[in-house]
T-cell receptor
């Protein structure tokens, strides 16, 4: 597609449920990033993919968080047993390997009640 | 998580005024990016800087990559109401794809 596409745009879930957030990067971009933005806060790095591998998972806050990428394209961020503190906007970004700029999607707004 | 120091945290200015904001880091970066985020949307790239001392403009926006490689500045000239939003800087260290983001500057423009 023309830009980074994320779904769902909004998700309300009950505490303890699992959620999956999807990111479809810009076509041809091999680098993919997930960031988290809590209300009124800056962007917190979660994980980075180069192709299908994740050389940097350092930002995942706990083992309830996992992410995968298949076919060097779509990525899924999974949060298991959601907690209220997981409520945030989850932003995906992609980048071509030869350039250093990253482009963001609109984000997935997650609310855990 | 790790973040850059960005200042000011917020600004209220009159339409037509110029705006300056900056980011500083204890680490040396090889790339600086500046983004604007409107409510309910993802950050949109404004300017990318790749070389120490580089000065780049995008319309009324001008950004500079500091000589020390530990800071960057963004200036907005003749502000207009649609400049309202949150401005973020982001830095990338050499040999890594990881970007560290500043805490954001909230800009409000009074007509």
């Amino acid at each position: 597609g023309a830009g980074v596409s994320q779904s769902p745009s909004n998700k309300v879930t009950e505490k303890g449920k699992d959620v999956e957030l999807r990111c479809d990067p810009i076509s041809g971009h091999t680098a993919l990033y997930w960031y988290r933005q809590s209300l009124g806060q800056g962007l917190e790095f979660l994980i980075y993919f180069q192709g299908n591998s994740a050389p940097d998972k350092s930002g995942l806050p706990s083992d309830r968080f996992s992410a995968e990428r298949t076919g060097g394209s779509v990525s899924t961020l999974t949060i298991q047993r959601t907690q209220q503190e997981d409520s945030a906007v989850y932003l995906c970004a992609s980048s071509p390997t030869s350039l250093n700029t990253i482009y963001f999607g609109e984000g997935s707004w997650l609310t855990v009640v | 998580g790790q973040q850059l120091n960005q200042s000011p945290q917020s600004m209220f200015i009159q339409e037509g005024e110029d705006v300056s904001m900056n980011c500083t880091s204890s680490s040396i970066f090889n790339t600086w990016l500046w983004y604007k985020q409107d409510p309910g949307e993802g950050p949109v790239l404004l300017i990318a800087l790749y070389k120490a001392g580089e000065l780049t403009s995008n319309g009324r926006l001008t950004a500079q990559f500091g000589i020390t490689r530990k800071d960057s500045f963004l200036n907005i000239s003749a502000s207009i109401p649609s400049d309202v939003g949150i401005y973020f800087c982001a830095g990338q260290t050499s040999g890594t794809y990881k970007y560290i983001f500043g805490t954001g500057t909230r800009l409000k423009v009074l007509a």
